[in-house]
């Protein structure tokens, strides 16, 4: 895309009253705009990281056998009176509204009870078990705080899988499948490295529940954590009793701030408890439906990459969710270097490279190297008459200090040899 | 994908209070649920629809040059008191909401205000002009009747445009790509023969605006249609002025019953004076920004599909937005059958044709037949002793009485060449 045709432009301050890193680096490169606090648009560059990280999260989902649907964020209080979670008493951040003739609704903040209430029209032999639904779905949540950005708000998109099985034995299978699912996502998304499986508190029908957080000066959460096996354990868990029964060393844990970034949770039968969802067994006995649940929120994984991986010059997307692959910039006045630019442009273009041209013309090279700094896209390639000179491009990875000049040939080779991740 | 696995079934009955015949067909089949009037959820087989339709109007909004964003819901009151929109003796729909603190929300029902209020920062000058942004995003619309299915709903995706520009002049020029861009959407989803670009009431600042009118005997909206001119005018200006004004005449135009799937309207600057959006042009000059809107609403349009195509059976898919282009059945016992449907079904998926495979073993063949007609698969492919026995395939479009056998290689050759619109 031309970036002279891009509506948003990159601003030199944030909001004052914005301090989270994710959301000042986002606002200044027009990824996102600030509606009120705890509320963000996607603009264009925004959005398209967003569709990648979703992409991502659905190829896994489906990769465990997850099926695709939508529900909505209007809730009939009717089945949330009976879980106990319809009170403001019990469940404190509910955004209600009301319907014309004054029938109080609720915008969800999750959606156990409306899919364990569907599965209710579909479920009833064990042949129908297990299976494994899922969706992306607005979720809405009256926090009385939002300052950290994209990171947590009152109005966001969440990918929430919810697994319906015959008993716990085939609910462990599958949350296994899930852990490792959720564990992929991290590595493509490019934070496999700076995330832990961490052992959190759980309910009634299990020990634990287990968090994905990744470490980060911001994050809300403490945790312990194992280097070497890899997992670590919340504070909220965390004693001795804990250390042990996970096989760990006190002394082996190290301490860290971290963004709870997944979370993977055993529901057993509090649900289809409540709401009725049964089964008949293969010898004829009714039995409760085992439910599991598996959230991630593709905005704040956005946020988490932003602040886990940002310089001070910008942001530095990983290639696998990077609005574009390449940032293009035509430098000076020079109609060589112009014709040599759009030609390059061209030839990106046809071998399906996602490229943001900055073909714009009133600007100067320190104000262009300085956005594609901010923006942050993997690869920077400069077209000038220092480049032509040398008869080549520029080139130079974002988290590169020094560029080199190379032929055209040579950067379709790399990006061949390099495709998205 | 194996009909086995899909979590949903189809069922004899719809519930009883559901009167239009789009829900009746969508809930049979298993694409929707109705979570109250008006509130729907879309599961696996609805969703692919709505995407497929959804995919149809992006490539649309992106040849004319749109740029996709998504804004949120929630609504700050002040941008909407400065339109006159926000009090609900002035727009009868708001649902509102409450953050913790009691500052009133609202759930937003259209787009302008927020947008605006975005491109102030980013519109300054004649060089930022024109540009054209969209989304698909939830509206909630608190309608006090809701009983089309999913033709009115109190909360749906829909897809708004918006366009910013120097003048009448250029705006002018985009509406009319806009209008071409929309009559190829109802054609690429297989009811431009039956929808009508139609003249309803405009606003200050154009005497008309533009419906696109599908002729449906459930629509709620009357017509008075000019066939051979492929125009229509709305009840709600339809007079004799309006009739010469346009060069028609009245005793060639026939009255019908329409639903309403797309309307561009001219806003001319009344939202860029309200929010204070003006531009500097080349002479110097402070100018407001011209404005246009474009809406369409892909479950509507999903739910127009079923109700102009179906037929006493069932729904019948246009290949471009089915939930999958084949439907193929195995029928019988026979475990010969069985291994030539494998066949079959390994074949398509490699080739990347998509396929529903009903491999259940507990359905009838008349059971098979008869969700295949409900579900309405653009194709079905039938593998039984019959089939087997003459060496071939059964194939039968939806909208075909009787079949053919053929065999594998003339069934891929005819998908080759037919690809997906």
Redesign the interface.
């Known amino acids: 895309m031309r970036q002279s ?5 990159t ?1 030199k301050e944030a909001p004052t009253d914005e301090v989270s890193k994710n959301a000042e680096l986002l606002i200044r490169g ?1 990824f996102i ?1 600030k ?2 606090a705890g ?6 560059l925004g ?1 398209r990281v ?1 569709k990648n990280i979703e992409n991502i999260i659905r190829e896994e989902m489906n990769a465990i ?1 997850g ?10 209080p009717e089945l949330w009176k009976k879980t106990d979670r319809w009170e403001d008493e019990k469940v404190d951040i509910w ?6 003739n004054d029938t109080e609704l609720g ?1 969800s903040f999750t959606h156990e009870e ?1 899919l364990t209430n ?2 209710k ?3 009833s032999s064990y042949r ?1 078990l297990p ?1 494994f ?1 899922y969706q992306f779905q ?1 979720k ?1 949540r ?1 926090e ?1 705080r939002a300052k950290s950005g994209i990171m947590r708000t ?2 966001f998109i969440m990918k929430d899988l919810y697994s319906f099985c015959k008993d716990e034995t085939e609910h462990n299978e599958f949350y296994e499948k899930a852990k490792t699912a959720y564990q992929n996502i991290f590595k493509r998304v490019g934070i496999g490295h700076l995330t832990y499986l961490t052992f959190a508190s759980g309910g009634s029908f299990s020990k634990f529940s287990h968090e994905f957080q990744t470490i980060s000066s911001t994050g809300e959460d403490t945790i312990y954590i194992d280097g070497s096996k890899g997992i670590a354990i919340n504070k909220e868990v965390y004693n001795d009793e804990v250390i042990e029964s996970l096989g760990l060393l006190k002394e082996s844990l190290v301490e860290n701030r971290a963004v709870e970034v997944g979370n993977i949770f055993t529901l057993g039968t509090r649900f289809s408890d409540a709401l009725d969802l049964k089964y008949q067994t293969e010898t004829g006995e009714f039995k409760p439906v085992f439910m599991g649940s598996y959230g991630i929120g593709p905005a704040r994984l956005m946020g988490t990459v932003v602040e886990a991986l940002a310089d001070d010059k910008g942001i530095i997307w990983p290639e696998s969710i990077a609005p574009f692959k390449v940032h293009l910039l035509s430098l000076g006045d020079n109609e060589d270097v112009k014709k040599e630019a759009n030609l390059v442009y061209d030839t990106l273009i046809k071998e399906n490279i996602e490229v943001l041209f900055d073909d714009r013309d009133d600007l100067s090279p320190g104000e262009k190297f300085a956005d594609a700094d901010l923006l942050g896209m993997p690869y920077r390639l400069v077209i000038s008459s220092r480049s032509m000179k040398e008869q080549g491009i520029e080139i130079k990875k974002r988290n590169e200090e020094k560029g080199k000049i190379i032929s055209l040939e040579e950067l379709l080779k790399i990006f061949k040899l390099e495709p998205r991740a």
Chains 1, 2 share one sequence.
């Open positions: 045709k891009l509506f948003t432009k601003k027009g705009n509606e009120m509320v963000y648009s996607y603009l264009p959005l967003l056998g099926q695709e649907i939508t529900m909505t964020a209007l809730q009939n955004f209600k509204t009301k319907l014309k915008l409306p569907i599965m029209n579909y479920i129908d299976c639904v607005t809405f009256n009385t009152r109005e």
